[in-house]
């Protein structure tokens, strides 16, 4: 436990910054937590390190060495950030430095500086393992070196970055599904639906954030299902094969519908996936109570929207992209409409 705040940057998917920001906020330890730029939130904490490091939304989380100047020079980028961050002096405070020593580099860049990123990564490489006199820098490596430079400023942080395995089986980042459980809230007795749940990893961080009277999950191929329920086997959720379009539930029986919609390969076409995501809206109108909400992604975002535009039963309260990596989709938090007598 460390008795003074330090300075951390949390990296997150662009889009989730609201919700994480209050996350964070109210966490035991938390003394103050802003929107450094867009998928960073500056956070100053005194708590043990493993909390922030068990945070599921974090793809990283970096104590924050210093700030430099950026510039559209690379060679002016270089001497600014090596004359005012302190490598070594920072690296030997806390725990963030691995017993090997080795560190892994992950880079984020503004494509707006006009800088060839391959070029920016070379020239920090070369000047950290010079300044650091480490081995050459480890993919292997427990810990990384951040650096982000913008067209204003930059920042430097060192601590520890998530590694994205390759999204199979319509899995999506588990930042991001965190994320949505994040936006879905935790309300005990809330009955919660994930009628496209695939490998049930939505569902599996709805179940992390806190209990909930029931969760109810399924898909049409029972392969899939047998693998959610292997995710979720410690928690109890009731996963079955069924046909979305058409599910076995009883109406006004959901407080939250919180998916990840297929896209791409999954959903076929665009046609089919406006034919889903049709059956999807009309089901969640019947299923959600008076006061329930949906949480939905959607990777064909562009036909979500306009279906939502033309179903006056919805108010859609959120909407904005969510991307990280190579991933892209969109968020969707939407409401049924009251109706006055």
């Not at 996350?23 to 003394?31: F, K, Q």
């Not at 480490?134 to 982000?148: G, K, L, N, Q």
């Not at 395995?165 to 935790?186: C, H, Q, R, Y």
Request: aromatic letters at 6%; charged letters at 25%; proline letters at 7%.
């Amino acid at each position: 436990m460390s008795g003074e705040d330090e300075v951390y940057v949390l990296l997150i998917p662009h889009g989730l910054e609201e919700v994480v920001l209050r996350h964070v906020a109210a966490m035991p330890g938390a003394s103050e937590a802003d929107l450094l730029t867009d998928g960073a939130v500056e956070l100053r904490y005194a708590g043990p390190l493993t909390r922030l490091r068990d945070l599921r939304v974090a793809e990283g989380v970096f104590r924050l060495l210093g700030a430099f100047l950026s510039s559209r020079n690379l060679d002016e980028m270089m001497r600014n950030l090596f004359s005012q961050v302190d490598f070594r002096g920072c690296l030997k405070r806390g725990d963030a430095e691995p017993p090997d020593g080795r560190f892994s580099l992950s880079l984020s860049l503004d494509p707006a500086l006009g800088i060839p990123y391959r070029d920016f990564r070379s020239e920090v490489a070369f000047a950290l393992q010079a300044t650091l006199r480490t081995e050459p820098f480890s993919e292997e490596a427990d810990a990384s070196i951040h650096v982000a430079a913008g067209p204003e400023a930059g920042w430097v942080g060192v601590g520890w970055s998530e590694r994205h395995p390759a999204e199979k089986g319509g899995m999506i980042p588990a930042s991001v599904a965190a994320g949505l459980a994040l936006w879905a809230g935790a309300r005990p007795d809330d009955r919660v639906l994930d009628p496209f749940c695939g490998p049930g990893e939505v569902l599996r961080e709805r179940a992390l954030t806190g209990p909930a009277a029931a969760l109810l999950g399924g898909d049409v191929d029972p392969k899939i299902v047998r693998s959610a329920q292997a995710r979720l086997r410690e928690f109890p959720a009731r996963l079955c094969r069924w046909d979305p379009r058409r599910l076995p539930l009883k109406a006004r029986s959901i407080d939250t519908v919180l998916s990840s919609l297929p896209s791409g390969p999954q959903a076929g076409s665009r046609q089919i996936a406006r034919s889903l995501y049709q059956s999807l809206l009309r089901e969640t109108l019947r299923l959600l109570r008076p006061t329930g909400r949906a949480v939905l992604l959607a990777g064909e975002g562009e036909v979500l929207a306009g279906l939502l535009a033309r179903q006056p039963e919805f108010a859609v309260e959120v909407q904005r992209p969510v991307r990280t990596g190579h991933f892209r989709a969109e968020l969707f938090v939407i409401r049924p409409v009251l109706k006055l007598l």
